[in-house]
């Protein structure tokens, strides 16, 4: 059989308390010699002491789970319990040895206790003096830690105990109390500020980011300073992977950059909007799609539909969740949302309470390109669906807009303008709730910016890059979609709700940030190559077209301006477009989609445009291309 390092590790700790023990059991009868002068002892009835000893301090020890304790974390904790049982095993031996022989007396007692735990002790806090004292961190890595909370002090424990290689040198932190104390011995160097002087004064070889989620933002002012002085930047993950051991420090990765800040959600009216009730969500393979389906699910729903028209999207999110406990209460069905018989007959089975709207083809230069798929996808299947919805007696539609309907210069744009209108439109048609929900891009979606960055970093370059100056806003989809399922449970109905992006983030420092992340020099290991604005696309988006209606009580969720929209007018030009769609004359096809949306003009996505301003509402203004707006 073979034996396991914890046996090893088990059997000479067992091994060294035993021979402790009983090296104080002969202390503890050489000092109290006084007390026991008369008393002549033969050998074998030592023997029988030190095994009555032995015996039951052993048998205590091990049942208290003393030999569990990992001796690199030991603490006053340790150092308590040690104590409680080595007084405890003291008392109990030393009363049966009392008992039967009535010769040992009470200094034997106090002696053979107070030796025990001081040597079992410095048997185990020497050990972890040796680990974290100063021979240890001669060498290794010279590490820098940004943050010397709780969680930096954690690590810096962690990394000198485990001789991972780092020889920690110091900490930064931002509160100015801690600057020129030290923890664990380690000093506190200064703030963020010095971090660029911290790093040449000490010979830095690495910084490590050690609190628990940081922003993006910090994030990136952190990385880019390790960057420009040509050292490495590490990020440490949560508090309990720290402890456990699992893993200490990691690689940071572009979604590290691009995290928000932690924000306050209101998770109960989340969970009073979906818990119990019937859920379908469309285009549920994609990447905002596929993550509502797993955050709903969380809320525990009577029943999650996932409806897609890709067969492989389906199978593969029906696996990820073949083990989930809900599984059964999960559903997937594969629908093409152009075809209104199959949608109708889909949500007259499933009889949703809510539906999530998130099928749509949003690839600009295609789209620009194949303009009547767009129509019949993002305009005719969106209404496919509201009618069924409507047909059947759903109570809440949600539907996930984009950035790119404000002032769109592609089709693309343009018809998820007319998804907005059909949603407010719908609105005030029966029961049915109808709430719009405006973000821009998420990090690392099917088909999106970061994918393609590096599988063309890992063929050894170029990146291409659009537009020294292009600018995209970005968003992690999980925070995306955490922010969707607030503003839904928040809709009264008719609302467009407008997502807080942050700064919008140039495209070619992400190309940079991506290059240094996997390990090369920008523009030198691997070049970023401008090809120009692609058919369609801005140099930059927007997410309003003027003023906020109005301020939710959550920071991160707007509401933007919406104006009444003519339902006949809109409904005649609504069906004029779908009709035009069908044939072949694309000039007529957008021709329609520019009466539908006036601020839709296809000849800006040319590379050179601003940011617009002017228009302060989202509403089709009353203009003879237009559609009549109700005042």
């Known amino acids: 059989m073979k034996i396991s390092r914890e046996q090893i590790r088990h059997a000479t700790l067992m091994s060294m308390d035993s021979l402790i023990i009983v090296f104080s059991f002969i202390v503890a009868l050489g000092l109290s010699s006084k007390d026991i002068a008369d008393i002549k002892y033969h050998w074998y009835e030592y023997l029988w002491m030190l095994s009555v000893l032995l015996s039951v301090k052993m048998f205590i020890f091990i049942k208290s789970g003393f030999y569990k304790e990992l001796v690199r974390y030991v603490s006053m904790n340790f150092a308590v319990k040690l104590v409680k049982l080595t007084i405890f095993g003291s008392l109990i031996s030393i009363s049966i040895i009392h008992v039967v022989r009535r010769e040992i007396q009470m200094p034997v007692l106090m002696v053979d206790w107070m030796t025990s735990c001081i040597l079992i002790g410095l048997s185990r806090f020497g050990w972890r003096y040796v680990k974290e004292g100063r021979l240890s961190r001669l060498v290794g890595k010279n590490t820098l830690l940004y943050g010397a909370g709780e969680h930096g002090a954690a690590v810096a424990r962690h990394l000198i105990t485990n001789d991972l290689g780092y020889r920690v040198v110091g900490y930064l932190d931002d509160d100015k109390t801690k600057a020129g104390k030290k923890i664990h011995g380690i000093p506190v160097l200064g703030s963020l500020d010095k971090l660029s002087t911290a790093i040449k004064e000490n010979a830095i070889d690495e910084v490590v980011i050690s609190f628990s989620n940081p922003d993006g933002e910090l994030t990136r002012r952190v990385f880019r300073v390790c960057r420009e002085s040509g050292v490495r930047c590490r990020i440490v993950p949560g508090m309990n992977d720290v402890i456990a051991g699992n893993e200490t420090v990691r690689n940071i990765d572009i979604s590290d950059l691009m995290r928000r800040p932690q924000r306050s959600l209101d998770r109960e009216m989340v969970v009073e909007s979906l818990r119990g009730k019937r859920v379908l969500i469309t285009g549920a393979a994609g990447s905002i799609g596929s993550e509502i389906f797993r955050q709903v699910l969380s809320f525990e729903p009577e029943r999650l539909v996932a409806l897609d028209h890709s067969e492989f999207g389906l199978y593969q999110l029906d696996e990820e969740f073949i083990k989930h406990p809900l599984k059964g209460r999960c559903h997937f069905t594969?629908?093409?949302?152009?075809?209104?018989?199959?949608?109708?007959?889909?949500?007259?089975?499933?009889?949703?309470?809510?539906?999530?709207?998130?099928?749509?083809?949003?690839?600009?230069?295609?789209?620009?390109?194949?303009?009547?798929?767009?129509?019949?996808?993002?305009?005719?299947?969106?209404?496919?669906?509201?009618?069924?919805?409507?047909?059947?007696?759903?109570?809440?539609?949600?539907?996930?807009?984009?950035?790119?309907?404000?002032?769109?210069?592609?089709?693309?744009?343009?018809?998820?303008?007319?998804?907005?209108?059909?949603?407010?439109?719908?609105?005030?048609?029966?029961?049915?709730?109808?709430?719009?929900?405006?973000?821009?891009?998420?990090?690392?979606?099917?088909?999106?910016?970061?994918?393609?960055?590096?599988?063309?970093?890992?063929?050894?370059?170029?990146?291409?890059?659009?537009?020294?100056?292009?600018?995209?806003?970005?968003?992690?989809?999980?925070?995306?979609?955490?922010?969707?399922?607030?503003?839904?449970?928040?809709?009264?109905?008719?609302?467009?709700?407008?997502?807080?992006?942050?700064?919008?983030?140039?495209?070619?420092?992400?190309?940079?940030?991506?290059?240094?992340?996997?390990?090369?020099?920008?523009?030198?290991g691997i070049p970023i190559v401008y090809t120009g604005l692609r058919p369609g696309e801005k140099l930059h988006e927007e997410l309003f077209l003027g003023d906020l209606e109005s301020q939710t009580r959550f920071a991160d969720i707007n509401i933007g301006k919406v104006g009444n929209v003519d339902p006949k007018a809109f409904c005649r030009e609504l069906d004029l477009l779908l009709d035009i769609s069908g044939k072949d004359d694309i000039h007529a096809v957008k021709s329609a989609l520019v009466r539908m949306v006036p601020e839709y003009d296809p000849g800006l996505g040319t590379g050179n445009m601003e940011p617009m301003t002017g228009e302060t509402a989202i509403v089709i203004p009353r203009r003879s291309r237009g559609i009549p707006v109700l005042t």
């Open 334 to 524: 594969l629908v093409d949302i152009k075809c209104r018989d199959l949608v109708d007959d889909a949500i007259s089975k499933l009889r949703p309470d809510v539906i999530f709207h998130a099928a749509a083809y949003k690839h600009v230069p295609i789209l620009e390109q194949d303009v009547k798929q767009a129509v019949r996808n993002n305009v005719a299947g969106l209404k496919n669906v509201v009618e069924a919805a409507e047909k059947h007696g759903v109570g809440k539609f949600v539907f996930i807009s984009t950035d790119k309907a404000v002032r769109p210069t592609n089709v693309m744009g343009a018809t998820k303008r007319i998804g907005e209108l059909i949603i407010q439109a719908a609105n005030g048609r029966g029961r049915m709730k109808c709430l719009g929900v405006r973000f821009g891009n998420v990090l690392a979606s099917s088909g999106s910016v970061v994918p393609k960055f590096i599988s063309q970093i890992k063929a050894g370059g170029p990146i291409t890059v659009t537009h020294p100056e292009v600018t995209r806003y970005f968003m992690l989809i999980p925070e995306a979609v955490e922010l969707v399922l607030q503003a839904a449970s928040l809709g009264k109905g008719g609302e467009i709700f407008v997502l807080d992006m942050g700064n919008p983030v140039r495209i070619t420092e992400m190309a940079e940030d991506l290059i240094s992340l996997m390990g090369y020099v920008p523009h030198t």
